[in-house]
């Protein structure tokens, strides 16, 4: 009986030690002071693993240490890759767990990538530094404590969550919320509204409550960290130049290589002071960001704290990789806006070919005799529409470097229900060729794809038929939504052949983006037998941008009712169909 009473007693005593404890008073330390006494960095997880220094990466202790002042409650840290954010959020994990236990939840774009955050960065994180072990039990899925979304300390509880499941980030109040990769959330919770605001409810009943945004920022039209960043405080690090003492925060403007356009020298690289023109090395670029702790705020009456921080910041990237990855991405429009994100840590504002007219591609036209092959080219391929009455056929050819030449575009005739209509279809592609001017070798559709939006079983039965007899042709679907592969299998079940899908989106803002292009690289030319009518229909779609019902922008490819775009379809597929060449099966 006394044995009962005294394991009882102790409870109690438990109890009363960890409620106390709740209210003793908080560190002394900064984050960055708690980061350099504690945190371990793990092997395998940076390319710098043992103990964490903030002199590594100097413009970071500014911003942690601006987390634990209490001199703001809302923070926003738009960045590139390759700066540390996933450092600074496991910083901040990692301090509030040790020093300031709270209630906290820790939003990733997806389920998948929360546990995948958690067992690969959180926890390897806790097991190599001592005073998180402490504090944090292994997993024990079993009584539900400690599990890769939830896990129990003194004082406060954090999980992991998905932005892509509302109800896990609407769940019980917290006191600190971190946002990671907001870019990348989906625009809506479904009925439950934007994930952002689910978030923000869940801190206001905390008098010290936290909001955390972090992102590398996607497109301008629709990113959410440009937006949280447009209404912070806008901070950026700012440098001296030892030459004369100009302050300034570092910019691609001010990167400078040897060479031209086309003879060019990353390894030349360096940076030059805007104002004097004085030339800093890596070396020299590394050493100044480490002796210099100064920010300036471009909106400084604003209650939420922002910063910027780009690669040139980085003690990890050479200038003469940036430099390398510039000139790789220079005139690709899709490359160019990964340098934009993931290098300069800015959105991307495509320049589309809205911005083009009939009349400029027209007089664009060149003399390319019939049936003859452009010099530079050396594949064909075929896109395919079929309608009511007719297929629109596109004949394109590809040189290196994605340059691209429109040859022909055609309709062949005829009632897409009835056999005699696909054997004209069939006669017509495997009878073309094209004779190249130099070689005198002719030339052959390599691939062709074919929308199976109608008569889609005919298409199927045709397609299959036609693999039989060795021709490499496709039934395709176009899918939208943005990030969708130019050719994917599908793994839906169909009759007679395989389904392979068009990410749609991606590819009209390809090809768009390359009408602007008029010399070089990834150009496209178009031959004289092209009418008027061809590039009305290849500019009509264009892109709006509409508010949704939950307050978020959302991008949408759109065209005037009752207007023609067989010309921009039949070009899309006819791209597809090349990237079709990469993939073996048929």
């Known amino acids: 009986m006394r044995q009962k009473h005294q394991i009882i007693e102790d409870q109690v005593n438990a109890l009363i030690d960890d409620c106390f404890s709740m209210f003793k008073p908080k560190t002394e330390r900064t984050l960055s002071q708690w980061a350099d006494d504690e945190r371990i960095i793990p092997e395998g997880t940076s390319p710098e693993p043992g103990k964490w220094k903030t002199s590594r990466v100097p413009f970071m202790r500014y911003i942690m240490d601006a987390i634990t002042t209490g001199d703001f409650d809302e923070f926003v840290f738009m960045a590139s890759s390759q700066v540390g954010k996933t450092e600074l959020l496991l910083n901040i994990l990692a301090f509030f767990i040790a020093e300031d236990p709270s209630p906290i939840l820790f939003i990733q774009p997806t389920k998948d990538a929360a546990e995948a955050f958690s067992e690969e960065r959180f926890t390897p994180m806790v097991d190599a530094t001592p005073c998180l072990m402490d504090k944090i039990a292994a997993n024990k899925s079993r009584d539900g404590k400690n599990t890769t979304n939830s896990k129990m300390f003194k004082g406060g509880h954090l999980a992991f969550v998905g932005a892509n ?39 206001k009943n905390f008098w010290n409550s936290l909001l955390i945004w972090v992102s590398t920022p996607v497109d301008i039209d629709t990113s959410r960290i440009w937006q949280h960043w447009l209404g912070s405080t806008q901070e950026h690090k700012y440098i001296v130049c030892p030459c004369c003492k100009h302050e300034h925060h570092m910019v691609w403007e001010n990167v400078k290589w040897d060479g031209d356009n086309v003879n060019s020298s990353p390894e030349t690289a360096y940076y030059e002071c805007p104002k004097c023109k004085d030339k800093w090395d890596d070396v020299t670029r590394w050493r100044l960001d480490k002796e210099t702790d100064i920010w300036k705020s471009d909106n400084p009456d604003s209650a939420i704290a922002g910063w910027h921080v780009n690669q040139l910041y980085s003690p990890w990237v050479r200038l003469s990789t940036l430099v390398g990855d510039f000139l790789k991405a220079k005139g690709k429009p899709l490359r160019e806006k990964v340098f934009q994100n ?45 309608g009511v009455d007719c297929g629109d056929i596109q004949i394109t050819a590809y040189g290196l470097n994605n340059e691209t030449w429109a040859l022909d575009k055609y309709k062949i005739f005829g009632d897409p229900s009835g056999q005699s209509f696909w054997d004209d279809l069939y006669k017509s592609l495997s009878s073309t060729q094209y004779k190249h001017p130099i070689s005198n070798q002719f030339f052959r559709i390599e691939a062709t794809a074919i929308d199976s939006g109608y008569m889609t079983t005919n298409v199927y039965k045709n397609v299959a038929k036609w693999q039989l007899r060795g021709m490499k042709v496709y ?9 969708k592969p130019l050719w994917k299998h599908s793994t839906a079940k169909i009759k007679y052949t395989k389904l392979y899908l068009i ?3 991606d590819a009209k803002t390809m090809i768009y983006s ?46 005037k009712q009752g207007a023609k775009n067989e010309a921009f379809d039949t070009m899309i597929y006819s791209w597809a169909a090349r990237e079709s060449l990469k993939h073996v099966n048929i």
């Open 165 to 203: 499941v509302p109800q896990d980030v609407s769940g019980r109040p917290r006191r600190i919320v971190l946002g990671d990769e907001i870019d990348r959330w989906a625009f809506s919770a479904g009925k439950d509204g934007d994930v952002a605001d689910l978030a923000r409810q869940r801190v």
């Open 342 to 386: 993931t290098v300069l840590g800015l959105p991307f504002e495509a320049k589309l070919g809205a911005e083009v007219e009939v009349e400029d591609l027209m007089a664009r036209r060149e003399e390319i005799p019939e049936n003859t092959m452009p010099e530079r080219a050396a594949l064909l391929t075929a896109g395919v529409d079929i």
């Open 475 to 483: 039934a395709t679907k176009g899918v939208p939504g943005e990030g």
């Open 503 to 505: 990410g749609a989106d």
């Open 514 to 559: 390359n009408l602007a292009i008029t010399e070089g690289e990834s150009q496209i030319h178009f031959s004289k037998r092209l009418e008027k009518d061809y590039f009305e229909e290849l500019i009509e779609e264009k892109i709006e941008l509409s508010i949704n019902g939950y307050g978020m922008p959302v991008k949408k490819w759109v065209r």
